[in-house]
T-cell receptor, first 111, second 113 residues
């Protein structure tokens, strides 16, 4: 079955450092994937999308990579700030625009 | 644009009661998704509408759950009768087929006692 895996352990990063989150998939060939941010008590908010023919996508301090050989996407936040603390979800999109979601990784940026 | 609007934001009810959750998608969006989120199971897709027509309801847990989209600006998710295991946060998200991303509402936190 299709499976999306994100590190379920919370990630603790010192302010100013780069945070890197991992999303792995199995038994699936996504057309593209998306990264969302979710704060407590709120719905997920879209951050970045990367297509299968793209290696990297950037937006301000955010960077996403897509490695179809490793079946993995990495999400980077450079110069991290306490305000970046949240749960980050990755989701793969199938041809029907349905999203297959990872469980999310909680990121904690310590001042 | 006000974004996706959901109501109520919180609902506490007793087992056996009927619960109706409401969603107003972003104007102009063609598709609407209902999700359920719990700590144990994460974000689960319940049902997906495209142009007001249910496309995939395979995620609906059982017959106690039903969803309707009578027009492009309104959808409901009904649980009858509700059970304690239905306690979760229910999200509605809308999507424009010409675009790529889903826009989520604030969610309804349902507690069934």
């Amino acid at each position: 079955s299709q499976k999306i895996e994100q590190n379920s352990e919370a990630l603790n990063i010192q302010e100013g450092k780069t945070a890197t989150l991992t999303c792995n998939y199995t038994n699936y060939s996504p057309a593209y994937l998306q990264w969302y941010r979710q704060d407590p008590g709120r719905g997920p908010v879209f951050l970045l999308l990367i297509r299968e023919n793209e290696k990297e996508k950037r937006k301000e301090r955010l960077k996403v990579t897509f490695d179809t050989t490793l079946k993995q996407s990495l999400f980077h936040i450079t110069a991290s700030q306490p305000a970046d603390s949240a749960t980050y979800l990755c989701a793969w999109t199938d041809s029907n625009y349905q999203l297959i979601w990872g469980a999310g990784t909680k990121l904690i940026i310590k001042p | 644009d006000a974004g996706v609007i959901q109501s109520p934001r919180h609902e506490v009810t007793e087992m056996g009661q009927e619960v109706t959750l409401r969603c107003k998608p972003i104007s102009g969006h063609n598709s609407l998704f209902w999700y359920r989120q719990t700590m144990m199971r994460g974000l689960e897709l319940l049902i997906y509408f495209n142009n007001n027509v249910p496309i995939d309801d395979s995620g609906m847990p059982e017959d106690r759950f039903s969803a309707k989209m009578p027009n492009a600006s309104f959808s409901t998710l009904k649980i009858q009768p509700s059970e304690p295991r239905d306690s979760a946060v229910y999200f509605c998200a809308s999507f424009e087929l010409a675009g790529d991303t889903q826009y989520f509402g604030p969610g309804t936190r349902l507690t069934v006692l």
